[in-house]
Each structure stands twice: as structure tokens, then as C-alpha cells.
């Protein structure tokens, strides 16, 4: 064979694709282990029963066969009780061979066959780099299919860099500095030990030579294999010496050994005559990584047994053994298991600071340490920066058998412009139920948008000490999810009207020639084009080929501008944009329109991204985004316009949810953050399936819902639950006494306005009267069948006899229980009470039903919104409305669940109507629809889609101090 091997041979001896292991051809045919098996080098082996040679007085040891057998056996007995708990469980031992020697591949195919393992062979050429053979091993490494990785590899190729190259937890051949300390240090059950240095133990023992006491050299040898050795045998009781054969006083250390351990061959000087005719010898010659035999030079006879095949073979089993083992320790670290998670430690201060110096007062835990800790493995993160990392969706197949942990949605009462703190309960109770009650638990929350954050409210990322960490970078771009949606919008944005300008001024024939050029006298349909010519009927593959009919019906799109719906978008309050006028500039020959920008959050493109559960689905959903209508009326999508997969590139990282901790290192999920009016509201469904599977069974997910459970909650049931399939099983009701208050008849709450004295001061009357709206959110939970908690945010200001009240008026509405919460001034240890009424909740089961069919008419299910959870008398369409409905009924939009756009403030649409009022006529304005996040969402009342900034924005306070680069405040 040459130096290098041909480019396709090498090709057939990587890895096969995945799912696919090769098994290569066993050479030594069925019936290898028969007594009587010829060795590689030509010498019959002795068979069963057959007289044993070792000496005078000397037991005979057990066959060689028998041993390897029984190792054998023994593993595969393992395996497959791993494998009747785990049926997809198959173990895959791969090994990098850099030669042309196949001796250990044989062997190894061989038994890993016979215990039901699979093998992966990378052959590489024999003059291979250290380089070229770390490469192919850093692949395997990322490999999740591989439990174990041996190399066969020239033996100078084996560098310290090579060797700590493996993985730990794969390196079957117990190589690696790690696997080598644990066994020094006393952790032989957590560590892989050499199979080579454990055949050369069980072959002495099993002859029965008693280790206990006897002087053994080992001689010839280096390495992790002579480590190994000295240190099993120090375990053994033995007196252990090392040598080399040019070492002086070798002759006297040979005389004392009553065990002489060769690694490599005797020089011709050394007599035979300094080894006692009682001393036992192994011969180690064979190269056992390398797989390369090496003859001696003379051929070593003493009364003492030699064994230089015995060892190969018994090791290559021994190699199979610690292969069942990786399987069994990965198969375990799948398992739910309780997290050993190290809990931060929270000095609270009264009073309470601000919460960034809260935030910039507590040391975050590196993200690989905090993944290690909640049961991710190193390939499933990828790190940004310190405080942040994404999850990859791999993980999801890696545990689709785990159980899902308990489901607990936070809601809330109709809350005043200042927010009731429901992000803030939400990581108070996570806190509670991991770091002070030992229960695996999870934090899912919405990614703020940068307008809030420079605008009125400012961060979002909690408060006091119940905060995500570093708030910095969770309210500032975090991974730049909401960038890759505002450019994929964009771009979509630009397809619409660029496609419009183009078919304004071309012709049929010099449109298609555009759309199809020819490409070095080829022309050539994309994938996306004949997805297209497809859904016109046209099916045909040839450009060549189409009529004239044809290629107008593939080239036009028709659209009409006055139909548009898709806008371009900013993640910046910019209430200039609200409407403008685009197409002036002389190049777009005549063509303008009046057009708008929204904030970026309020893009079809983050809800699709909220409610998607794999990245297939993700382009299937922007595919189907409907941007306008043709002029004959029939919807105009994201796939019509051949942008679909260019969008999908855009969002390939951001639909991974990005990891981060809490103020005391419990793991929160911030991923996606949809508009919660003309959206759903909720954070990502694969942030709560993976939260799911990592809490495990008996473990808590517990995630947030935008504005009051009117609204956030019945989007959450009603869109997320029915496009995640998960079923909630507990709902977390947030009510203040200052929003209760207000209910009451309180005078109103103005952002950046000093709270009147009824807020500051005891008033029992005002929180009796309003405690009505907290009864009628508690309700709404109900409809859909889930137990209720009540969680009373608590104000400094907050009595206890308001308190006390708020707590037995919500349970006599049907709370499951009420529970004061101190969790901003105190951290987790602040909701405890809280924590513990959720699990009890949590274990008296829920009745989960959607509250309306979604094959009812469009005006039913908007009906049954307005009627059963807002408390209207009835809703009245406008006729664009009711335009609008007959236009997606017809094109067959009429099946998807509607997602109201209301005011927040109110159950009504009249946002100074406080309580609960009644007797109103709901008012539809309008009716849009997200196709491809998959709902339809009627407009109640006017909804801005582009906040505007206050006369003071929060921009003023916002700086960088230029010699710490820190920020200055962000809240």
C-alpha cells in the first residue's frame, strides 16, 4: 500500500454517516473461540484440558480462551440488559488506525462483534501527523454515536499531546493524564483503566501467583502503560521496581524479581542468565496501541509462563469490558438525576440596592460549570462571552426518552403601567425550589427588547434579589437573537418590493431569464423554484421546457401593494416610523407606498421562532408567512418569493435558547420574546421542552406569560400549549396590593409619577373592592382546568392586614393557596412558602382543556374569547373585519387559534375600565393574521406596533464607564 492512501479508500474508512455505524467483516469467521484457534503468528494455541507446561508445583492456569471468553460473555450479559431498559442503546467503539498493520483491528472487530458492539474504523496513512491524528480524533470526540476511542497508532505518535487529546470519559485504553491520575489517586471505579496493564494482573492472579509481597520489574517499558502497571501492582501488595534495559544495577534488580515484566525486546548483550530459572516473564512485546508485533531476539525460556498472546488477547477483551462501561456511564448521566448544583450564596443588605449593583455583586459561575452541573454535555453549549451560552437542539434526541418534569406557568392580575413583577416571582420561586429546596428547577423568560430597556420601563431582567445575571447583557443584545430576526425580516421586507419593482418593468420573457439565467450555458431551477412551479401544478424540471402560459404564471406574482402586510422592522422606540413613505429615490421608477416600521419583537418572525420545535419546522413555518395577496386575491407567501431558506440561515443560531443563571447559579432558558398583544407573549416551546427534559421527572419548569392572565395566560393555553403539546399543571397567579388598589377605585398609576398616599398607607376598603379582579383572573385559570397559586408580590409598604386579607379572599375564589412573597428583598429564601405550595399544587393534578375547538368559525372563537374571559355582553366587527375574516376563511386560514390584540390595563378593551368590568360590546377593528406562526390575531381598539419614547427616556441615566467598561444605569 503507498505512504498515503487514495482519497476514496480513506473516504470508506472514516465514519459512517450517522445512525450507520460499519461493522467490518469478523476475519477469524464463527468459530473463533474454539479450542484450537491458530494465532497470528502461525503457533497452534492449546486447547481445552490440554497438559499446561509452566513448571513443577505450578498450577495450571485457565485456558486462555475461557478467560477471554468469560470477559466476554460478561459484557455481553451487560449490554443487553442496558439495552432491554434503553432499545436504541448501541455502543460504538472506534478506533484510528495510522498503518497498515490489522492485527488489534481484528481482534478488537472480532470481539466487539461478539459482544453486540458496533466498530468505527478511521484509517489514516502510516506517515500521518501528529496534527492529522489529533484532528480525527477531536472529531470523534464530538461524536455522540462514539462510547470509546483506542488508537492504533505508531508508537512515536503517542505524545502527551496526542494522548490528552482523547476525551476522558471515551479513552477505553485509560491513556489520558486524567484517567491515569484517578487511578493513582484511588478512583478506579471512575476511571478506565489500562486493559493492557489489567490482562497482565488477571493472568498472574488466575495462574495463581500470589502478587502479595513479590518484587516485580518492569522492564523495557514507558508511558501510561508502565504507570498503570506499577500502580495496580503497588494495589496488589507487590514491591515494584522500573527499569530500563541499559539502566545500571540491572542485573542485580533482574536476580531479586520474582515477576520480570518485558515491554519491549532483550538486547543481544543481556545474558539470559540474569533472570532465575523460577522468576515469572511476560512478554510484552507487542506494540498493544500500535498493534504492531515486534519479535525478540532471542527467544526468552524460563520455568515461568510466557505469555505474549495470552495478554493481546485477554487485553483486547478486557478493552470491550471498558466499553460496556463508557455505555453504562453514559447511559446513567442520561438519567434524571438529582443536580449537584452549587448554590451562590446571597448576603441580602437592607435597604435593598439598586439592582444592578445587586447583579455586579454577585460572581456568576462560569456557563461550563453551570451546563456540567444541570446534565449538558460539553458539545451541547457553546459559550458567549462569561455569563451566556446557547443550548443546541441535539439535545432534545439525546433525551426524547427522559421524562418531562412538572409545568408551572406565572400569570398575573390586570396590572398597573408599572408591572406587578411577575419575572421577578417567576426566578424568586426557581431560586426557592433549587437552591433552597433541592428540587431541579428551571427558569424560562421572554428576551427583552432594547426599546423598553431605552425607553420608560428599563430592564427585565427581574429585581432586587430575585434577578438574572449578568442583567447587563440580558437586557443588552444578549447572543443577538433579536438582530438575526430583524435583518430576516428585512430581508423579507426587501424581496416584497424589489419582486414588485421587477415585475413593473419586465417583461414575462426577460423576468423568467432573470429568475433562471443561464449559468455557463446551463439553466437551472433552485430547489425553492421548483417547490414553486410544484404548488402552480407545473410539474416540470426542465427551464427549457415551460410555455409561455407557464412561465408568466412562475415568473409574476401579482402582487398587490394595497394588500401588504408584511413591514419592516428596528428594535428601537422610534415613533417616526410609524408611518412612512418608502420608494422616492429616482432608481425606483415612480414606485413608492405608504408603509410603517414596527419594533423588531413585533415580527411574525419572533412569533415563529417562539412557537417553533425544530429547525425543519422553523423553515416550514417562514415559508408559509403570508405577506400580501395577489390580485385575484390568493395569499402571497415567504416560500412564493424563494427567500425561505436564506431566512432560515439568518436564524440557524437564533433558535437555540440561550442559557444563563440566577443570582444564587440556578439555570434560566432566555429565548425569544414575542409581542404580547399582537402576539402570544410567551418565551420559546423548545426553551420549555429542553428545561423539561433536563429537570427531569420529578423537576419544575417554570415560565412567564406576558401581561395579565387575560391575555398572556389564555395565549399561552390556547397557541403555545397547543402547538408544544405540553399540558401546564400549575398556574402562579401575581397580584400586588397596589394593583389591588387600583381595582379598588384607587387613583390612577402613572409611570414616573410619585404612588398618592392610598398606595403608601394602609387602606383595607380599597384592597377588599379590588380584590374582585384578582377573583375573576383566578376564574379564567379555572376555565381551563389548572390549579391555582396566588402569589402576593410584597411591598415594603404592604401591611399585614392587607396582606392577610389579599390571601384568604384569593383562596374563597378557588386558589389552590395564597402566598406572601419576600423574594425581591430577601432571594429564593423569600419564597420558599411559595415553592412548597407549588409542588403540593403541582402533585393534586391538572384537568388541562383548551377552551374553545379551533375548527369553530373565526368570529365563534373570538366570541367565545370576549364572552367567557373578558366578561363582554358581545363583540361587534367592523367591516374590514369582517372582510378580513371572509378573506382567511376562504383561503383557509379559518382553523388556527386566535391570539387577541387588547389592551393590557383592562379586561376590557377600555384601558381606565378597572375590576372587572361588565355589560360591554367588545369592538373588533380589524383582523391580521401570522400564518406561519399560526394564528389569527383580531385588533381590539388601536394597537401601536412601534412604541414611541417619553419626553425623558431611560437613556438619560444609561452610560459606560470608560476605565472599568461597565455599565452605569441600566435600572
Same mark, same amino acid.
Given at each position: 500500500?503507498?505512504?498515503?492512501?487514495?482519497?476514496?479508500?480513506?473516504?470508506?474508512?472514516?465514519?459512517?454517516?450517522?445512525?450507520?455505524?460499519?461493522?467490518?467483516?469478523?476475519?477469524?469467521?464463527?468459530?473463533?473461540?474454539?479450542?484450537?484457534?491458530?494465532?497470528?503468528?502461525?503457533?497452534?494455541?492449546?486447547?481445552?484440558?490440554?497438559?499446561?507446561?509452566?513448571?513443577?508445583?505450578?498450577?495450571?492456569?485457565?485456558?486462555?480462551?475461557?478467560?477471554?471468553?468469560?470477559?466476554?460473555?460478561?459484557?455481553?450479559?451487560?449490554?443487553?440488559?442496558?439495552?432491554?431498559?434503553?432499545?436504541?442503546?448501541?455502543?460504538?467503539?472506534?478506533?484510528?488506525?495510522?498503518?497498515?498493520?490489522?492485527?488489534?483491528?481484528?481482534?478488537?472487530?472480532?470481539?466487539?462483534?461478539?459482544?453486540?458492539?458496533?466498530?468505527?474504523?478511521?484509517?489514516?496513512?502510516?506517515?500521518?501527523?501528529?496534527?492529522?491524528?489529533?484532528?480525527?480524533?477531536?472529531?470523534?470526540?464530538?461524536?455522540?454515536?462514539?462510547?470509546?476511542?483506542?488508537?492504533?497508532?505508531?508508537?512515536?505518535?503517542?505524545?502527551?499531546?496526542?494522548?490528552?487529546?482523547?476525551?476522558?470519559?471515551?479513552?477505553?485504553?485509560?491513556?489520558?493524564?486524567?484517567?491515569?491520575?484517578?487511578?493513582?489517586?484511588?478512583?478506579?471505579?471512575?476511571?478506565?483503566?489500562?486493559?493492557?496493564?489489567?490482562?497482565?494482573?488477571?493472568?498472574?492472579?488466575?495462574?495463581?501467583?500470589?502478587?502479595?509481597?513479590?518484587?516485580?520489574?518492569?522492564?523495557?517499558?514507558?508511558?501510561?502503560?508502565?504507570?498503570?502497571?506499577?500502580?495496580?501492582?503497588?494495589?496488589?501488595?507487590?514491591?515494584?521496581?522500573?527499569?530500563?534495559?541499559?539502566?545500571?544495577?540491572?542485573?542485580?534488580?533482574?536476580?531479586?524479581?520474582?515477576?520480570?515484566?518485558?515491554?519491549?525486546?532483550?538486547?543481544?548483550?543481556?545474558?539470559?542468565?540474569?533472570?532465575?530459572?523460577?522468576?515469572?516473564?511476560?512478554?510484552?512485546?507487542?506494540?498493544?496501541?500500535?498493534?504492531?508485533?515486534?519479535? =525478540?531476539? @532471542?527467544? /526468552? *525460556?524460563?520455568?515461568?509462563?510466557?505469555?505474549?498472546?495470552? +495478554?493481546?488477547?485477554? #487485553? $483486547?477483551?478486557?478493552?470491550?469490558?471498558?466499553?460496556?462501561?463508557?455505555?453504562?456511564?453514559?447511559?446513567?448521566?442520561?438519567?434524571?438525576?438529582?443536580?449537584?448544583?452549587?448554590?451562590?450564596?446571597?448576603?441580602?443588605?437592607?435597604?435593598?440596592?439598586?439592582?444592578?449593583?445587586?447583579?455586579?455583586?454577585?460572581?456568576?459561575?462560569?456557563?461550563?460549570?453551570?451546563?456540567?452541573?444541570?446534565?449538558?454535555?460539553?458539545?451541547?453549549?457553546?459559550?458567549?462571552?462569561?455569563?451566556?451560552?446557547?443550548?443546541?437542539?441535539?439535545?432534545?434526541?439525546?433525551?426524547?426518552?427522559?421524562?418531562?418534569?412538572?409545568?408551572?406557568?406565572?400569570?398575573?392580575?390586570?396590572?398597573?403601567?408599572?408591572?406587578?413583577?411577575?419575572?421577578?416571582?417567576?426566578?424568586?420561586?426557581?431560586?426557592?425550589?433549587?437552591?433552597?429546596?433541592?428540587?431541579? =428547577?428551571? @427558569?424560562? /423568560? *421572554?428576551?427583552?427588547?432594547?426599546?423598553?430597556?431605552?425607553? +420608560?420601563?428599563?430592564? #427585565? $431582567?427581574?429585581?432586587?434579589?430575585?434577578?438574572?445575571?449578568?442583567?447587563?447583557?440580558?437586557?443588552?443584545?444578549?447572543?443577538?437573537?433579536?438582530?438575526?430576526?430583524?435583518?430576516?425580516?428585512?430581508?423579507?421586507?426587501?424581496?416584497?418590493?424589489?419582486?414588485?419593482?421587477?415585475?413593473?418593468?419586465?417583461?414575462?420573457?426577460?423576468?423568467?431569464?432573470?429568475?433562471?439565467?443561464?449559468?455557463?450555458?446551463?439553466?437551472?431551477?433552485?430547489?425553492?423554484?421548483?417547490?414553486?412551479?410544484?404548488?402552480?401544478?407545473?410539474?416540470?424540471?426542465?427551464?427549457?421546457?415551460?410555455?409561455?402560459?407557464?412561465?408568466?404564471?412562475?415568473?409574476?406574482?401579482?402582487?398587490?401593494?394595497?394588500?401588504?402586510?408584511?413591514?419592516?422592522?428596528?428594535?428601537?422606540?422610534?415613533?417616526?416610523?410609524?408611518?412612512?413613505?418608502?420608494?422616492?429615490? =429616482?432608481?425606483?421608477?415612480?414606485?413608492?407606498?405608504?408603509?410603517?416600521?414596527?419594533?423588531? +419583537?413585533?415580527?411574525?418572525?419572533?412569533?415563529?421562532?417562539?412557537?417553533?420545535?425544530?429547525?425543519?419546522?422553523?423553515?416550514?413555518?417562514?415559508?408559509?408567512?403570508?405577506?400580501?395577496?395577489?390580485?385575484?386575491?390568493?395569499?402571497?407567501?415567504?416560500?412564493?418569493?424563494?427567500?425561505?431558506?436564506?431566512?432560515?440561515?439568518?436564524?440557524?443560531?437564533?433558535?437555540?435558547?440561550?442559557?444563563?443563571?440566577?443570582?444564587?447559579?440556578?439555570?434560566?432558558?432566555?429565548?425569544?420574546?414575542?409581542?404580547?398583544?399582537?402576539?402570544?407573549?410567551?418565551?420559546?416551546?423548545?426553551?420549555?421542552?429542553?428545561?423539561?427534559?433536563?429537570?427531569?421527572?420529578?423537576?419544575?419548569?417554570?415560565?412567564?406569560?406576558?401581561?395579565?392572565?387575560?391575555?398572556?395566560?389564555?395565549?399561552?393555553?390556547?397557541?403555545?400549549?397547543?402547538?408544544?403539546?405540553?399540558?401546564?399543571?400549575?398556574?402562579?397567579?401575581?397580584?400586588?396590593?397596589?394593583?389591588?388598589?387600583?381595582?379598588?377605585?384607587?387613583?390612577?398609576?402613572?409611570?414616573?409619577?410619585?404612588?398618592?398616599?392610598?398606595?403608601?398607607?394602609?387602606?383595607?376598603?380599597?384592597?377588599?373592592?379590588?380584590?374582585?379582579?384578582?377573583?375573576?383572573?383566578?376564574?379564567?385559570?379555572?376555565?381551563?382546568?389548572?390549579?391555582?397559586?396566588?402569589?402576593?408580590?410584597?411591598?415594603?409598604?404592604?401591611?399585614?392586614?392587607?396582606?392577610?386579607?389579599?390571601?384568604?379572599?384569593?383562596?374563597?375564589?378557588?386558589?389552590?393557596?395564597?402566598?406572601?412573597?419576600?423574594?425581591?428583598?430577601?432571594?429564593?429564601?423569600?419564597?420558599?412558602?411559595?415553592?412548597?405550595?407549588?409542588?403540593?399544587?403541582?402533585?393534586?393534578?391538572?384537568?388541562?382543556?383548551?377552551?374553545?375547538?379551533?375548527?369553530?368559525?373565526?368570529?365563534?372563537?373570538?366570541?367565545?374569547?370576549?364572552?367567557?374571559?373578558?366578561?363582554?355582553?358581545?363583540?361587534?366587527?367592523?367591516?374590514?373585519?369582517?372582510?378580513?375574516?371572509?378573506?382567511?376563511?376562504?383561503?383557509?386560514?379559518?382553523?388556527?387559534?386566535?391570539?387577541?390584540?387588547?389592551?393590557?390595563?383592562?379586561?376590557?378593551?377600555?384601558?381606565?375600565?378597572?375590576?372587572?368590568?361588565?355589560?360591554?360590546?367588545?369592538?373588533?377593528?380589524?383582523?391580521?393574521?401570522?400564518?406561519?406562526?399560526?394564528?389569527?390575531?383580531?385588533?381590539?381598539?388601536?394597537?401601536?406596533?412601534?412604541?414611541?419614547?417619553?419626553?425623558?427616556?431611560?437613556?438619560?441615566?444609561?452610560?459606560?464607564?470608560?476605565?472599568?467598561?461597565?455599565?452605569?444605569?441600566?435600572?
Amino acid at each position: 500500500m503507498s505512504a498515503r492512501l487514495p482519497l476514496a479508500l480513506r473516504q470508506l474508512c472514516r465514519p459512517p454517516p450517522p445512525g450507520s455505524p460499519r461493522r467490518l467483516r469478523a476475519p477469524w469467521g464463527a468459530g473463533w473461540e474454539g479450542a484450537g484457534w491458530e494465532g497470528p503468528r502461525g503457533r497452534r494455541r492449546l486447547q481445552d484440558g490440554q497438559a499446561w507446561s509452566g513448571g513443577p508445583g505450578r498450577p495450571a492456569p485457565p485456558p486462555r480462551d475461557s478467560m477471554v471468553r468469560e470477559v466476554i460473555q460478561n459484557s455481553k450479559e451487560v449490554l443487553s440488559l442496558l439495552q432491554e431498559k434503553n432499545p436504541t442503546f448501541q455502543p460504538v467503539l472506534a478506533i484510528i488506525q495510522a498503518g497498515e498493520d490489522n492485527l488489534m483491528q481484528e481482534i478488537n472487530q472480532n470481539l466487539a462483534e461478539e459482544a453486540g458492539l458496533n466498530i468505527m474504523h478511521v484509517c489514516l496513512p502510516p506517515d500521518s501527523s501528529e496534527d492529522e491524528i489529533i484532528d480525527e480524533i477531536l472529531k470523534i470526540n464530538e461524536d455522540r454515536r462514539v462510547h470509546g476511542l483506542a488508537l492504533q497508532v505508531p508508537e512515536d505518535s503517542f505524545s502527551n499531546k496526542v494522548l490528552n487529546s482523547l476525551k476522558p470519559d471515551k479513552d477505553v485504553d485509560g491513556v489520558t493524564d486524567v484517567n491515569l491520575g484517578r487511578l493513582v489517586r484511588g478512583d478506579a471505579h471512575e476511571c478506565f483503566v489500562s486493559p493492557v496493564a489489567r490482562a497482565v494482573i488477571e493472568l498472574l492472579e488466575k495462574s495463581g501467583v500470589n502478587l502479595d509481597g513479590k518484587k516485580i520489574l518492569v522492564l523495557g517499558m514507558h508511558g501510561s502503560l508502565e504507570a498503570s502497571l506499577q500502580c495496580l501492582f503497588q494495589r496488589k501488595g507487590s514491591m515494584t521496581m522500573c527499569s530500563q534495559w541499559k539502566a545500571a544495577q540491572l542485573q542485580s534488580k533482574l536476580q531479586e524479581a520474582d515477576i520480570v515484566v518485558l515491554g519491549s525486546p532483550k538486547p543481544e548483550d543481556i545474558p539470559l542468565t540474569w533472570i532465575q530459572p523460577e522468576t515469572t516473564v511476560l512478554n510484552l512485546f507487542h506494540d498493544f496501541l500500535s498493534g504492531k508485533l515486534r519479535g =525478540s531476539s @532471542a527467544e /526468552l *525460556r524460563s520455568s515461568g509462563l510466557v505469555a505474549e498472546e495470552d +495478554v493481546s488477547l485477554l #487485553a $483486547a477483551a478486557l478493552r470491550i469490558q471498558n466499553m460496556v462501561s463508557s455505555g453504562r456511564r453514559w447511559l446513567r448521566e442520561q438519567q434524571h438525576r438529582r443536580w449537584r448544583l452549587h448554590r451562590l450564596k446571597l448576603q441580602p443588605l437592607a435597604p435593598v440596592p439598586s439592582d444592578i449593583e445587586i447583579s455586579r455583586g454577585q460572581t456568576p459561575k462560569p456557563m461550563d460549570v453551570l451546563a456540567k452541573e444541570i446534565g449538558l454535555l460539553a458539545d451541547e453549549i457553546e459559550i458567549y462571552g462569561q455569563g451566556k451560552a446557547k443550548v443546541r437542539l441535539s439535545l432534545l434526541e439525546r433525551l426524547r426518552d427522559q421524562a418531562d418534569g412538572k409545568y408551572v406557568l406565572v400569570a398575573g392580575i390586570t396590572p398597573t403601567p408599572l408591572g406587578e413583577g411577575k419575572s421577578t416571582v417567576t426566578i424568586g420561586l426557581v431560586q426557592a425550589l433549587t437552591a433552597h429546596l433541592h428540587v431541579n =428547577s428551571f @427558569a424560562c /423568560l *421572554r428576551q427583552p427588547s432594547q426599546g423598553p430597556t431605552f425607553g +420608560v420601563k428599563g430592564g #427585565a $431582567a427581574g429585581g432586587g434579589y430575585a434577578q438574572v445575571i449578568p442583567m447587563e447583557e440580558f437586557n443588552l443584545h444578549l447572543t443577538g437573537d433579536i438582530h438575526a430576526i430583524a435583518a430576516a425580516n428585512n430581508l423579507l421586507a426587501a424581496a416584497i418590493d424589489t419582486r414588485i419593482l421587477h415585475e413593473n418593468t419586465q417583461t414575462d420573457k426577460a423576468l423568467y431569464n432573470r429568475l433562471v439565467p443561464l449559468v455557463n450555458g446551463v439553466r437551472e431551477f433552485s430547489e425553492i423554484q421548483l417547490a414553486r412551479l410544484k404548488k402552480l401544478g407545473i410539474m416540470k424540471t426542465d427551464p427549457n421546457t415551460l410555455t409561455e402560459e407557464e412561465i408568466s404564471q412562475f415568473a409574476r406574482l401579482n402582487i398587490d401593494p394595497s394588500t401588504i402586510t408584511w413591514q419592516r422592522v428596528l428594535d428601537t422606540n422610534d415613533r417616526f416610523l410609524r408611518k412612512i413613505t418608502i420608494g422616492q429615490a =429616482s432608481t425606483e421608477k415612480g414606485y413608492s407606498r405608504q408603509a410603517q416600521f414596527d419594533i423588531a +419583537v413585533a415580527s411574525e418572525i419572533m412569533a415563529v421562532l417562539a412557537l417553533t420545535h425544530s429547525l425543519k419546522d422553523m423553515k416550514e413555518r417562514l415559508g408559509r408567512m403570508v405577506v400580501a395577496s395577489d390580485r385575484d386575491g390568493q395569499p402571497v407567501t415567504a416560500e412564493d418569493l424563494g427567500v425561505t431558506g436564506a431566512l432560515t440561515v439568518l436564524l440557524k443560531d437564533a433558535i437555540k435558547p440561550n442559557l444563563m443563571q440566577t443570582l444564587e447559579g440556578t439555570p434560566v432558558f432566555v429565548h425569544a420574546g414575542p409581542f404580547a398583544n399582537i402576539a402570544h407573549g410567551n418565551s420559546s416551546v423548545l426553551a420549555d421542552k429542553i428545561a423539561l427534559k433536563l429537570v427531569g421527572e420529578e423537576g419544575f419548569v417554570v415560565t412567564e406569560a406576558g401581561f395579565g392572565a387575560d391575555i398572556g395566560m389564555e395565549k399561552f393555553f390556547n397557541i403555545k400549549c397547543r402547538a408544544s403539546g405540553l399540558v401546564p399543571n400549575v398556574v402562579v397567579l401575581v397580584a400586588t396590593v397596589r394593583a389591588l388598589k387600583m381595582h379598588g377605585g384607587g387613583p390612577s398609576v402613572t409611570a414616573g409619577v410619585p404612588l398618592k398616599k392610598e398606595y403608601t398607607e394602609e387602606n383595607i376598603q380599597l384592597v377588599a373592592d379590588g380584590c374582585c379582579n384578582l377573583q375573576k383572573q383566578i376564574q379564567i385559570a379555572q376555565l381551563f382546568g389548572v390549579p391555582v397559586v396566588v402569589a402576593l408580590n410584597v411591598f415594603k409598604t404592604d401591611t399585614r392586614a392587607e396582606i392577610d386579607l389579599v390571601c384568604e379572599l384569593a383562596k374563597r375564589a378557588g386558589a389552590f393557596d395564597a402566598v406572601p412573597c419576600h423574594h425581591w428583598s430577601a432571594g429564593g429564601k423569600g419564597s420558599v412558602d411559595l415553592a412548597r405550595a407549588v409542588r403540593e399544587a403541582a402533585n393534586k393534578g391538572s384537568h388541562f382543556q383548551f377552551l374553545y375547538d379551533v375548527q369553530l368559525p373565526i368570529v365563534e372563537k373570538i366570541r367565545t374569547i370576549a364572552q367567557t374571559v373578558y366578561g363582554a355582553k358581545d363583540i361587534e366587527l367592523s367591516p374590514e373585519a369582517q372582510t378580513k375574516i371572509d378573506r382567511y376563511t376562504q383561503q383557509g386560514f379559518g382553523n388556527l387559534p386566535i391570539c387577541m390584540a387588547k389592551t393590557h390595563l383592562s379586561l376590557s378593551h377600555e384601558p381606565e375600565r378597572k375590576g372587572v368590568p361588565k355589560d360591554f360590546i367588545l369592538p373588533v377593528s380589524d383582523v391580521r393574521a401570522s400564518i406561519g406562526a399560526g394564528f389569527i390575531y383580531p385588533l381590539v381598539g388601536t394597537m401601536s406596533t412601534m412604541p414611541g419614547l417619553p419626553t425623558r427616556p431611560c437613556f438619560y441615566d444609561i452610560d459606560l464607564d470608560t476605565e472599568t467598561e461597565q455599565v452605569k444605569g441600566l435600572f
